[in-house]
């Protein structure tokens, strides 16, 4: 199934933040360790949230509104401290520990409730149709992989597009007392693309991620800017 820019049921936007300043950006992660702390375990009841989850999808066709709401909250509460501290560095504003939403802070991430799923796709979505987006989100995303020597298991972890990125951007903060706006819409646009994978993966969706790189602060802004052409996949 195919998305238009900004319909996607998982919506993800970002605010930049005027003003922001030119060094903080290099101890945020260290002003976020609480936040990664309890994310951690937030994230571990997610898994389990959505094993209860596709158990219900495929014997009622619903994903059950507490499971969803609560997997909602920890997406969203995640998507705040990277805005923050990892993934674009948008705002100088300290997350709030909190699922709800928050609309006073600049970023903000929804997802839309569907009454009705289908029991066969939950089979097979979350590892099979996925794979090829799971691929590119590694590659946005980073990560780490082992392997066997003479010497014994060696593990090699590499960086992703958007820490790459956002680093940048917080270079030219710190050198220039200026975000790029570029570099923000990208790094919202790669942003976005990993959300919504992770929905589809969570199973909160039956709509495909599209293989469109929607940039722009808001959803729907590249649609407003003018037709985005779609990647290559």
Known sequence: MTSSPGSYPVTVEGTL??????????????LAIPHFVVLIFLFIGVIFASIAAWFAILFTGRYPRALFDYNVGVMRWGWRVSYYALEVLGTDKYPPFSLEDDPDYPARLAVEYPEKLSRGLVLVKSWLLA???????????????????????????????????????????????????????????????????????????????????????????????????????
């Open 131 to 233: 794979l090829p987006h799971l691929f590119i989100v590694g590659l946005l995303t980073g990560g780490s992989y082992s392997y066997a020597t003479d010497e014994g298991s060696m593990q090699v972890t590499y960086p992703g597009l958007i820490g790459i990125l956002a680093v940048i951007a917080g270079l030219a903060l710190l050198f220039t007392g200026k975000y790029p706006d570029a570099l923000f819409n990208l790094l919202m646009g790669l942003n976005r693309w990993v959300y919504r994978v992770m929905g589809y993966v969570l199973l909160m969706t039956d709509d495909y991620p599209p293989f469109r790189l929607d940039m722009g602060g808001t959803e729907g802004a590249a649609a407003a800017a003018g037709p985005v052409e779609p990647l290559p996949g």
């Open 17 to 30: 933040e005027e003003g922001l300043s030119r060094w903080k950006w290099l101890v945020k992660w260290f």
